[in-house]
């Protein structure tokens, strides 16, 4: 698929924090999604002010028959739905399921984002050595222009993060920015 010519939009990509915190490791996550969320919800109410799409790729959590509005609601029934509420989806937001690691892999993230002509994905979310990296890494691939704004990425391992946001930068030509300076102006 050829990219459109002229200016791409930017797109703002929140991963995986649609979640209910059960899981292994979530007791090192949830400390670190406390601090992001605020700032997710201000990139998001951004995003939005500015027309650009706000995609959620969320884990299925293995629940191959649920829908995006089941995983949202079944987050805000567990106990920590204050991590939810602040950056829940509204009806313009797009949504992608997503199996593995990657926003990308085995979705149909990369049609939807070249049929609305984005050319440079903003990552947010979590877990930044992992879902993050791999997403970025596939961005990469893709020839899209990435930026991660390192406060709006939550971690297990923060010394595994910082490796991770290095990597994204000299391996990928990352942008590692702040929240504040992330531009979603076309490029």
Not at 68 to 81: C, F, K, N, Q, S
Not at 167 to 178: C, D, H, K, P, V
Request: one cysteine or more.
């Amino acid at each position: 698929m050829e990219r459109p010519a002229g200016p791409t939009r930017p797109a703002l990509i929140v991963v995986d924090m649609i979640n209910t915190y059960d899981h292994e490791d979530s007791e090192l996550l949830v400390p670190s999604a406390e601090r992001v969320v605020p700032v997710i919800a201000e990139l998001i109410g951004r995003a939005r002010e500015a027309d650009v799409p706000v995609v959620y790729a969320n884990d299925n959590f293995g629940l191959w028959r649920s829908h995006h509005g089941e995983l949202v609601d079944t987050a805000l029934a567990r106990p920590h739905a204050d991590l939810i509420e602040p950056i829940r989806p509204d009806d313009e937001s797009l949504f992608v399921v997503k199996a593995r690691h990657s926003v990308f892999y085995e979705t149909p993230l990369s049609y939807l984002l070249w049929s609305l002509g984005v050319g440079h994905v903003v990552l947010t979310g979590q877990v930044t050595e992992q879902c993050v990296l791999y997403s970025a890494l596939d961005a990469h691939i893709r020839h899209l222009e990435v930026t991660v704004p390192r406060d709006a990425v939550a971690s297990i391992h923060p010394h595994l993060a910082s490796a991770a946001l290095e990597m994204m930068e000299l391996n990928m030509g990352a942008r590692i920015t702040s929240a504040k300076e992330t531009d979603f102006t076309p490029h």
